[in-house]
């Protein structure tokens, strides 16, 4: 059996009909194998790619991964579409790009720089807009409480700074008000309040920007070497971390304030070294992801191959984050206003945070809720724990089950079309069960990771100075509060994992072949090419070369009970 259509019968794709978009051509036509006549011997492996690339349709042609056939025909159906350009058709293995690096002079160019500071600019443009309507929003109520505390009080450099200080916190980020005073000669004091805690709206828009940005770049000019693929990505950490620094240090609040027998400096910015560090982090990383995306070489763009066996299951795990982040995100913004009085200039302030903690509680997870305060000799403290079976949740909170299990499910149809399905194995050769760790660990990861870095809110104080007896140790000299996920709440993601990897082995097939453009549509570039003809799809641009296609067996699909 191969690709070569009989000499007596015209190619259903004729080369060069409809070359119309550019992209991976699409593979040659399989006539059917009628049900008497030769077959194919016992044990052979199906011939791919035997036409030349230049003898191939355009993307946007093709047909489905293989011959598209009636499911539940008796035929291999599943062969990877056409080669890349540039690489070598191989017999019995699945087509990726193959061929040698053109070679370059240098790995640092003007459209390296220019490349990787213009994903710099485009990301910290979305993040300072998102971080300027959010400030625009509250900084009206933050001035009205102000001034009705203080009339004296200088306002009005905080809408400058507040954008800033938000866009730093998205990110990881701390910020720092810092107090110094003086009076009648005898009480001088200085204090220091730190803040954590990101508002998770901007968090997402930024990062969105920015991967959606880098693989862009990366689609129209890629990369040329390994070394004009990291220089690209050190450019835009560096460059972003840097002006983003910077414009802290610049737009820092600071103001003081003298009267009689009292002056005081007061300074709010996000000059720490946390401010610095974690937005390097996270910006080296969402750029790292953005260009693998968009490059045609993937993981071996970057020179990290192994990271094809983390990709499936990672983006199973960030798109169940995705779901139910946005369907809490939406209850958020009704039940904080009303349950819990939250003024509404601050709900798209607390939103992403109460939305993540409300999928949290709603996964059988827990909040932990903690404060202590020691002045002088006195030390006052406590801390909470809140589940889904405490008494202070409310019942209707329980309806957030039904989200939990749609996302399962939504996870479950992602996870099994971009797996081998379990018709496609051996047996005693492979098993789908021997992978089952793997959603498992991403998910424990992932909220791990959140819970750690984005999701706990955090205020820390340290009041010192002399003269404090005159208020009879009224004034804390330490304070602490911080709200966040109970430590073991990463566990409970992963036995969620673990659900979902259950059901992407039984349930989710049959339910993907009931649904195959929604199933193909969650499976994206990373549909696994067994699943190309019951899915009726052609092999995607920058498809995920997936670890197990060296030479696969020919599949036969299930008879449709």
Not at 218 to 223: D, I, L, M, V, Y
Not at 492 to 501: Q, S, V
């Amino acid at each position: 059996m191969t690709d070569q259509p009989p000499p007596d019968q015209t190619p259903e794709n004729p080369p060069g009909s409809n070359p119309g978009q550019q992209g991976i051509p699409s593979p040659p036509s399989i006539p059917p194998q009628p049900a008497t006549g030769p077959q194919p011997a016992p044990g052979s492996q199906p011939v791919y790619h035997q036409q030349a690339y230049s003898q191939q349709q355009a993307y946007g042609q093709q047909q489905a991964y293989g011959q598209q056939q009636a499911y539940g025909q008796q035929q291999v159906y599943s062969q990877p579409a056409g080669p890349y350009p540039g690489s070598q058709p191989q017999q019995g293995t699945y087509s990726f790009p193959t061929g040698p690096w053109p070679a370059r002079q240098s790995p640092i160019d003007g459209l390296t720089i220019r490349e990787g500071l213009v994903t710099a600019a485009i990301g910290l443009a979305a993040g300072f807009i998102a971080s300027l309507i959010i400030s625009v929003i509250i900084v009206s109520t933050i001035n009205d409480a102000i001034t009705d505390f203080a009339d004296d009080l200088p306002t009005g450099s905080l809408g400058f700074v507040l954008p800033f200080i938000l866009f730093a916190l998205a990110l990881g980020g701390s910020a720092a008000l810092r107090f110094s005073g003086q009076a009648f000669d005898e009480l001088s004091a200085s204090a220091a309040v730190h803040f954590a805690g990101a508002p998770l709206l901007i968090t997402a828009v930024f990062t969105t920007a920015l991967v959606w940005w880098s693989m862009l770049s990366e689609r129209r000019h890629p990369s040329r070497t390994i070394a004009a693929f990291w220089i690209r990505i050190g450019l835009t950490t560096l460059a972003l971390t840097t002006v983003l620094f910077l414009l802290q240090l610049i737009f820092a609040s600071r103001s003081t304030i003298t009267e009689d027998y009292f002056s005081a400096s007061i300074e709010f910015s996000a000059v720490t070294p946390r401010t610095f560090f974690l937005p390097l982090i996270f910006i080296l990383i969402a750029t790292t992801i953005g260009r693998i995306l968009g490059h045609h070489r993937g993981c071996d763009a970057a020179g990290l191959p192994w990271l094809r066996y983390a990709a499936a299951p990672a983006r199973t795990a960030l798109l169940h984050l995705v779901v139910v982040g946005t369907i809490f995100l939406i209850v958020s913004f009704f039940v904080l206003p009303l349950h819990f009085d939250v003024n509404g200039s601050f709900v798209p302030l607390l939103a992403g945070t109460a939305a993540l903690m409300m999928a949290a509680l709603t996964h059988l997870g827990g909040l932990s809720a903690s404060g202590s305060a020691l002045a002088g000799d006195g030390h006052e403290g406590g801390s909470t724990a809140v589940t889904m079976f405490s008494d202070t949740i409310p019942g209707t909170l329980w309806l957030g089950l039904l989200a939990v299990l749609l996302a399962a499910f939504i996870a479950a149809v992602a996870a099994a079309v971009t797996r081998r399905p379990s018709w496609a194995h051996q047996p005693g050769v492979s098993s789908p069960w021997t992978a089952i760790w793997q959603l498992p660990v991403a998910f424990g990861l992932l909220w791990g990771l959140l819970s750690l870095v984005l999701l706990p809110v955090t205020v820390s104080g340290r009041v010192s100075g002399q003269g404090a007896e005159l208020f009879d140790g009224e004034i804390p000299a330490m304070l602490n509060l911080s709200v966040g996920l109970l430590p073991w709440t990463f566990l409970i993601f992963a036995l969620w994992g673990l659900l979902i990897e259950v059901l992407a082995i039984t349930l989710a097939p049959r339910l993907a072949l009931t649904m195959p453009q929604l199933a193909a549509w969650l499976g994206g570039r990373a549909v696994h090419p067994y699943w190309g003809q019951p899915l009726g799809i052609s092999e995607p641009r920058g498809a995920l070369r997936h670890p197990d296609m060296k030479t696969p067996p020919p599949p036969v699909a299930p008879l449709d009970d």
